[in-house]
């Protein structure tokens, strides 16, 4: 964990302007590749090109490259050569690679479906930029967006090309990023004070979009929240990251103490007389501070509780001031709205569902990592195309999307599209983007119990349909995959699911019974198998002796 | 002061601007059932049992709102009963009988307890939900008081009381879901709280049994409704003592 927690020290050996470059080895480092040793395959290629005297070769930190399951990962920048578990004792395709780049060639780019079917938008500096340096992502037209919106455009303006792009809210909700910007800057404080947050308290199993994000692009984010508290009229805002996250952490704090230096936040934003500055807040291992109200709770010190809305933050959030709360997928993909125009990034995606949207691939599928597509890809492209498929000759048979809130998609729903409405209609929801892929060792009843145990573990115990009703569908959820349930279990299980849903104060309590109803929908008869039959079809869970 | 007019239950109602659904109906004499709800303290609605359907003509799927959080709108129409109102109602408090242990027989509060007049109003007769009853502690180091979180059903009155009224804030919320618990000074024993005034509001707030006096209340029954302060006040229907 101690590679995670703090890449060490790098230190470039000579100094060169990108001309003097021939080729570049691009070091991903991000906490997968740093969990699996990218630390030492960079000393070890520094190194190696110091020992071979390769002066016009530059080795580079990067962010994600995105194929996180076959990290450590290298890439020859100029060929688009992509190497995968590299070690720092193994080098000799690497440096190979890199001796071969030849400066009349044109750059080369990877013809692997996982990244040409791909639209990299938010994740555009990823694998290019170093996160920890402000010149190599104002070189990437960083800051760019910000100063544009700032000197020539009026808040207003901005607001309409967000509001024109269509971009929705992508911590899950999906709500017109536009329309909230719009109610906040409507809103009046009697003091005039308002507050901008960054949701980065991603909690949902298995996925890790805003963690590569603030990992491999944390400038971005803040030109996002800069833009967007230029349009709203706030001039004070908040990151709230979870504490999990070390090095997301840290690359963002310094990021905001070089951005601060360099003029872009603080009292004189790209010298204007805009002033904005962020600091960061860390959350405490709760799942349910992702929700506005118990996250704005959390900000100010307290039990992290969620309150009934309305009033809803954008009215009155962060000390009963007006309140922007977007995640960090959203800012982060304002700076390219800003700088193509709202009409350009509405042009990609689905008329309802515009732009891209990035999703962590995870579980039982070849190329475990994140991926940006645009809105209205088919699961079947992101699965099967990008992802590779399921793994070891077994078949598909659920993808789980939206995390704990969301739903599990059976095979016959893989030639559906991906975009908020589709997702939501089939029993699921698009939520911030996460994607779990199962094949049939996967029972559907442990999965659903397995999500109930997450949320009953989560559950913040305000409210009673969340606090009793996930234990006591957990409980039952248990008898089942235990052989000892009957049909009227089933019923109760049905019929609780529809009031915690109904009753639950928050978002955490009132989605927690999706799981349970999308396994119901597409996969009763595993149900039925466990309680009639006494077998689990996958073979998973282990029925008592009691039934046989 | 600017006044909303709105339907509740087919009834039209005047509101001043800022008053809660509850506040309204309640003015007008329409029957609301609570729980966690208390005249004089702030409201967290936690408990759910105020839920009523907010302008469902126009959208039958919407959720249903908190009456005692809500606030009223020009124009809004209210439903406070229903099938799909009593169902929740109804299933909610079943699942507070169900969550710690509830023998009204053998409880100091029987007979004076708010958790069995809810059960009362909304129909709840047996119980079906899976029973969690953990085996909690009881709190007897306060000379004068006692806490059974056995009984307790974290409607976080006495967290409020405590803050809002007394100042003392010696009672918060530790723990997070099931294993949530109302405790004195970050987890203290309560006869060791140094912040606690013993002034007892806490007590004569509690809903149920779960917080009481010593040595006169061990019996069935035996936990009297104290006539509240002033500023406090349970709501009784009309003609109730």
């Known amino acids: 964990m101690s590679a995670v927690r703090a890449a060490p020290p790098h230190h470039r050996r000579t100094a060169r302007t990108a001309a003097d470059v021939r080729a570049s080895a691009h070091v991903c480092l991000a906490a997968s590749c740093l969990a699996s040793g990218a630390d030492t395959v960079l000393a070890a290629l520094d190194d190696e090109v110091a020992g071979r005297g390769l002066a016009d070769v530059e080795v580079k930190r990067v962010g994600c490259l995105r194929l996180c399951s076959a990290g450590p990962l290298v890439e020859v920048a100029q060929s688009g050569q992509l190497f995968e578990h590299v070690t720092a004792g193994d080098l000799g395709g690497v440096i190979d690679a890199l001796s071969q780049v030849r400066p009349d060639r044109p750059r080369q780019v990877s013809t692997r479906p996982f990244f040409t079917r791909q639209r990299p938008l938010v994740t555009e500096n990823f694998g290019r930029v170093d996160p920890e340096s402000l010149d190599d992502y104002v070189a990437a037209d960083g800051y760019r967006a910000l100063r544009q919106a700032i000197t020539s455009m009026t808040p207003a303006q901005v607001l309409g090309e967000v509001t024109s792009s269509g971009l929705r809210g992508r911590g899950g909700g999906g709500y017109p990023t536009g329309l909230k910007w719009a109610t906040v800057a409507k809103a009046t404080a009697p003091d005039g004070v308002k507050y901008l947050i960054c949701n980065a308290d991603e909690g949902d199993p298995g996925a890790f979009m805003d963690r590569s994000v603030l990992e491999s692009d944390p400038h971005r984010v803040l030109e996002g929240m800069a833009i967007a508290a230029y349009a709203v009229g706030a001039n004070s805002g908040f990151v709230y990251c979870r504490a999990e996250y070390p090095l997301a952490v840290s690359r963002l704090r310094t990021a905001i103490r070089v951005a601060r230096r360099a003029g872009y936040l603080g009292t004189r934003v790209c010298d204007s007389t805009f002033a904005f500055d962020v600091e960061v807040r860390l959350g405490a291992g709760a799942f349910v501070c992702g929700e506005e109200t118990a996250l704005i709770a959390s900000i100010r010190g307290g039990r992290g509780t969620p309150r009934p809305r309305p009033p809803y933050p954008a009215a009155s959030g962060l000390a009963g001031r007006p309140t922007l709360i977007n995640n960090v997928e959203t800012f982060a993909g304002v700076p390219w709205i800003i700088r193509h125009g709202g009409g350009a990034y509405a042009a990609i995606g689905t008329p309802r569902s515009t732009g891209t949207k990035v999703f962590a691939l995870a579980g039982r599928v070849r190329h475990t990592g994140l991926v940006e597509v645009p809105m209205g890809l088919t699961l079947r492209e992101i699965v099967f195309d990008i992802g590779g498929g399921v793994p070891d000759g077994r078949a598909f048979k659920a993808v789980q999307t939206g995390g704990p809130s969301g739903g599990c998609l059976p095979a016959d729903h893989l030639d559906m599209v991906v975009d908020y409405e589709s997702l939501k209609e089939a029993g699921s929801i698009m939520g911030s983007g996460g994607m779990i892929i199962m094949d049939d060792t996967s029972c559907m009843v442990d999965v659903a119990k397995y999500f109930m145990d997450f949320c009953r573990d989560e559950s913040c115990g305000a409210c009673v349909p969340c606090r009793v009703g996930t234990t006591q569908l957990w409980m039952l959820l248990d008898r089942i995959t235990r052989g000892t349930a009957e049909r009227a279990d089933l019923d109760q299980v049905e019929r609780l699911s529809s009031t915690v849903a109904a009753g639950s104060l928050c978002g955490l309590g009132q989605t927690a019974p999706n799981p349970v109803f999308s396994t119901l929908r597409y996969f009763r008869q595993e149900y039925l198998a466990h309680i009639d039959e006494g077998i689990c079809p996958a073979g998973v869970c282990s029925i008592s002796e009691a039934h046989a | ?241």
Request: hydrophobic residues 35%; proline residues 6%; negative net charge.
């Open chain 2, 1 to 241: 002061m600017t006044v909303h007019t709105l339907t509740i239950d087919g009834r039209d109602v005047a509101a001043p601007d800022g008053s809660s659904i509850l506040a309204a109906a309640r003015e007008s004499g329409i029957p609301i059932p609570t729980l966690c709800h208390l005249d004089g303290l702030g409201d967290v609605g936690a408990c759910r049992v105020c839920l009523v359907e907010v302008d469902s003509h126009v959208n039958p799927a919407a959720r249903p709102q908190p009456a005692c959080m809500t606030a009223v709108r020009e124009g809004m129409v209210v439903v406070t009963v229903g099938q799909r109102l009593s169902e929740l109602r109804r299933t909610v408090v079943e699942m507070l009988f169900a969550e710690r242990n509830h023998v009204c027989a053998v409880c100091v509060a029987d007979n004076h307890c708010e958790l069995q007049d809810r059960a009362v109003d909304v129909g709840m007769r047996h119980v079906d939900l899976p029973s969690v009853e953990p085996l909690l502690d009881v709190d007897a180091s306060h000379p004068l008081f006692a806490i059974d979180h056995n009984r307790c059903i974290m409607c976080t009155r006495c967290v409020r009381v405590c803050d809002e009224v007394e100042g003392a804030h010696t009672w918060d919320v530790a723990g997070r879901g099931i294993d949530a618990r109302v405790v004195t000074d970050l987890g203290t024993p309560w006869g060791e709280s140094t912040t606690c005034t013993s002034c007892g509001k806490c007590v004569q707030v509690c809903p149920t049994g779960a917080l009481y006096e010593k040595g006169r209340s061990v019996g069935a029954g035996a936990k009297r409704r104290r006539p509240f302060l002033p500023y406090l006040r349970e709501h009784r229907p009309a003609g109730e003592p």
